[in-house]
């Protein structure tokens, strides 16, 4: 598979060739074939997008896989939002592959995670559909966060019931999760967890919701 795209790679690079390059004389061996010249191609890389387009090329891999937990986690959070940012600027599924095979084999075991940064959002009802099922790459996630249920006294018969649990991807939680910890100028440059003490249940509701829709997660 490696091999197979490593050619599907050469082929799609040959596209971004410049018409004035020299060929080789026709009638004799190799007539009509791209001619090399020294100093030619100097200062030009080619790539996938270097005709105007956006690049595909994959960024350069780390010369050594990550060996400890916490730095193997951030550099497969770096891929997927790699992987996002290059789908989300329409390069294609190439760039998306290619970039996944050179650094993503070393991440083999976050792979379900890298994956399912890629979700596009859904609605309330289908992110509730895989509640407990503790499938790779997704967990679940409190809307209104179980800390609230000791600052807001509010009971566990609300903070685990079945209308305020979903399944999201797992990076798209740690999101969430920074998310509420972070100063925001929205709440007067608060933390969301901060503005949220002493509010009703149906503040803390809508801020859950604006918490998912903000890291992708919630149509």
Same mark, same amino acid.
Do not use: C
């Given at each position: 598979? @490696?091999?197979?795209?490593?050619?599907?790679?050469?082929?799609?690079?040959?596209?971004?060739?410049?018409?004035?390059? &020299?060929?080789?004389?026709?009638?004799?061996?190799?007539?009509?074939?791209?001619?090399?010249?020294?100093?030619?191609?100097?200062?030009? #890389?080619?790539?996938?997008?270097?005709?105007?387009? &956006?690049?595909?090329?994959?960024?350069?891999?780390? $010369?050594?896989?990550? $060996?400890?937990?916490?730095?193997?986690?951030?550099?497969?959070?770096?891929?997927?939002?790699?992987?996002?940012?290059?789908?989300?600027?329409?390069?294609? &599924?190439?760039?998306?592959?290619?970039?996944?095979?050179?650094?993503?084999?070393? @991440?083999?075991?976050?792979?379900?995670?890298?994956?399912?940064?890629?979700? #596009?959002?859904?609605?309330?009802?289908? @992110?509730?559909?895989?509640? =407990? #099922?503790?499938?790779?790459?997704?967990?679940?996630?409190?809307?209104?966060?179980? !800390?609230?249920? *000791?600052?807001? +006294?509010?009971?566990?018969?609300?903070?685990?019931? !079945?209308?305020?649990?979903?399944?999201? &991807?797992?990076?798209?939680?740690?999101? !969430?999760? +920074?998310?509420?910890?972070?100063?925001? $100028?929205?709440?007067?440059?608060? *933390?969301?967890?901060?503005?949220?003490? +002493? $509010?009703?249940?149906?503040?803390?509701?809508?801020?859950?919701?604006?918490?998912?829709?903000?890291? =992708?997660?919630?149509?």
């Amino acid at each position: 598979m @490696l091999l197979a795209l490593a050619r599907l790679r050469a082929l799609v690079e040959k596209a971004g060739f410049n018409p004035d390059q &020299p060929r080789l004389p026709p009638g004799g061996p190799g007539g009509g074939q791209w001619n090399y010249e020294e100093g030619y191609a100097q200062g030009r #890389k080619p790539g996938i997008g270097h005709n105007e387009g &956006p690049t595909l090329d994959p960024p350069e891999p780390p $010369k050594d896989p990550p $060996k400890d937990k916490v730095s193997k986690t951030q550099a497969a959070k770096a891929l997927a939002k790699e992987i996002a940012r290059r789908a989300l600027r329409r390069a294609g &599924p190439i760039g998306a592959a290619i970039t996944a095979i050179d650094i993503g084999r070393r @991440l083999y075991s976050e792979y379900p995670s890298i994956r399912s940064y890629q979700d #596009k959002p859904q609605t309330l009802g289908e @992110l509730q559909q895989n509640v =407990g #099922k503790r499938r790779p790459g997704y967990e679940d996630h409190h809307i209104v966060e179980r !800390i609230a249920g *000791k600052t807001g +006294g509010f009971p566990d018969s609300m903070i685990n019931g !079945i209308d305020n649990v979903v399944s999201v &991807p797992k990076y798209r939680h740690h999101v !969430i999760s +920074g998310w509420y910890n972070t100063p925001n $100028k929205d709440f007067g440059m608060q *933390k969301p967890r901060d503005y949220l003490r +002493g $509010k009703d249940w149906s503040e803390h509701v809508r801020i859950g919701h604006m918490a998912m829709r903000r890291a =992708g997660v919630l149509k």
